[in-house]
């Protein structure tokens, strides 16, 4: 597989969205390394190039290209765009060794307030028409429902955001439901250092980069959230049958609609996905042969906040998403500047693509 051919691959794809009229961009390989790694969440920031440079600080190698597009057209503005690039991404590839650390890339983004649910099936679609030859195995999701479920806990708010901000690490997810569920106790050795009238009292010499004042704050959190009631066991129920929804897109919808009646925090991102269903079947897509899986996406962008997107190779587990992609309004809220516009986009791997016609 040349790069030539991968490059050759990427310019015609670049093309293509151009003649959609996406205005084309590109954003620096050197990318300002401190706002950006918190924008890109847990997993971006343990793989991403990062180093030192004397006049710009800490700066990476470009890990994607979504950020850097937003925070351009957030500056520029917010008004209704449409942007396609082109060009290589790096991040390290340490439980994957054998795939590429450098790959290339090409993007196609729609910031338009109009009909968001529309802007989903057009992004969608466009990707289904380009790889409609290539046999690959569609799949959807919507981050917003499980957010929604989460969000209407009855716990504290303490609590809520925890799991908000672990949507995306399913395992440390599980582990944060079983234990404000009261599934998992508390380790015996934390109870009885949260039982002590002074945690620190007798303790050895402060080390580390923890203050005494913040350890002590630390602790304070740990006791409050001990004393915080469990979270109801149907509650967990309905956070576990909303995971394990995964059926084609009517009987998704249904099945959803059907947990919205004991889970009503979810039902305005349920019915979100109804107009969404809507929206594709008026563009041509199948739904019903379209698969949605509630969980799908929750080790993706951590940007992503609603629908989400993937195209897979059959036979291919050992690679990642052809293609892939989602909604991130809240991205715009963050680099908006008291603007925001509601977006989507996704992006394609050429050098996959190249790889599946050489198979052929």
Request: proline share 7%; with cysteine; charged share 25%.
């Given at each position: 597989m040349s790069l030539s051919a991968i490059k050759a691959k990427a310019a015609s794809l670049l093309a293509g969205f151009e003649?959609?009229?996406?205005?084309?961009?590109?954003?620096?390989?050197?990318?300002?390394?401190?706002?950006?790694?918190?924008?890109?969440?847990?997993?971006?920031?343990?793989?991403?190039?990062?180093?030192?440079?004397?006049?710009?600080?800490?700066?990476?190698?470009?890990?994607?290209?979504?950020?850097?597009?937003?925070?351009?057209?957030?500056?520029?503005?917010?008004?209704?765009?449409?942007?396609?690039?082109?060009?290589?991404?790096?991040?390290?590839?340490?439980?994957?060794?054998?795939?590429?650390?450098?790959?290339?890339?090409?993007?196609?983004?729609?910031?338009?307030?109009?009909?968001?649910?529309?802007?989903?099936?057009?992004?969608?679609?466009?990707?289904?028409?380009?790889?409609?030859?290539?046999?690959?195995?569609?799949?959807?999701?919507?981050?917003?429902?499980?957010?929604?479920?989460?969000?209407?806990?009855?716990?504290?708010?303490?609590?809520?955001?925890?799991?908000?901000?672990?949507?995306?690490?399913?395992?440390?997810?599980?582990?944060?439901?079983?234990?404000?569920?009261?599934?998992?106790?508390?380790?015996?050795?934390?109870?009885?250092?949260l039982e002590r009238d002074d945690p620190l009292a007798g303790c050895a010499p402060v080390i580390g980069l923890r203050s005494e004042a913040e350890i002590a704050a630390r602790i304070e959190a740990l006791r409050a959230d001990a004393a915080e009631p469990f979270i109801a066991a149907e509650e967990v129920a309905l956070i576990d049958a909303l995971l394990k929804v995964s059926e084609t897109c009517p009987f998704a919808l249904e099945h959803l609609r059907d947990l919205a009646v004991d889970m009503p925090a979810i039902a305005t991102a349920v019915e979100r996905l109804g107009r969404r269903c809507d929206a594709l079947e008026a563009r041509g897509i199948d739904i019903g042969t379209l698969a949605f899986e509630a969980s799908y996406g929750r080790s993706s962008m951590e940007y992503y906040d609603g629908f989400v997107f993937g195209f897979l190779a059959p036979g291919r587990p050992d690679w990642p998403s052809v293609s892939s992609g989602g909604r991130y309004d809240a991205l715009t809220r963050q680099l908006g500047r008291g603007r925001e516009i509601p977006a989507v986009g996704g992006v394609l791997r050429p050098g996959l693509l190249v790889a599946m016609e050489a198979a052929q």
């Open positions: 003649a959609l009229g996406a205005m084309p961009v590109d954003c620096a390989i050197l990318q300002p390394a401190e706002t950006l790694l918190d924008l890109y969440g847990e997993d971006i920031r343990t793989r991403a190039y990062v180093t030192h440079d004397p006049a710009l600080g800490e700066v990476m190698l470009r890990p994607d290209f979504t950020v850097p597009v937003v925070e351009m057209h957030m500056a520029e503005g917010a008004e209704p765009a449409r942007y396609t690039y082109a060009g290589e991404v790096f991040r390290r590839q340490e439980t994957h060794p054998d795939r590429a650390s450098e790959y290339f890339q090409v993007g196609f983004e729609v910031f338009d307030r109009t009909d968001p649910e529309a802007a989903d099936a057009e992004v969608f679609v466009r990707f289904a028409e380009i790889l409609a030859p290539y046999g690959l195995r569609a799949v959807t999701g919507d981050i917003g429902i499980l957010t929604a479920a989460v969000a209407g806990l009855n716990t504290s708010d303490a609590r809520r955001s925890a799991l908000m901000r672990h949507i995306w690490r399913p395992r440390r997810f599980r582990a944060l439901m079983d234990r404000y569920s009261g599934k998992t106790p508390m380790p015996a050795t934390r109870a009885a250092l």
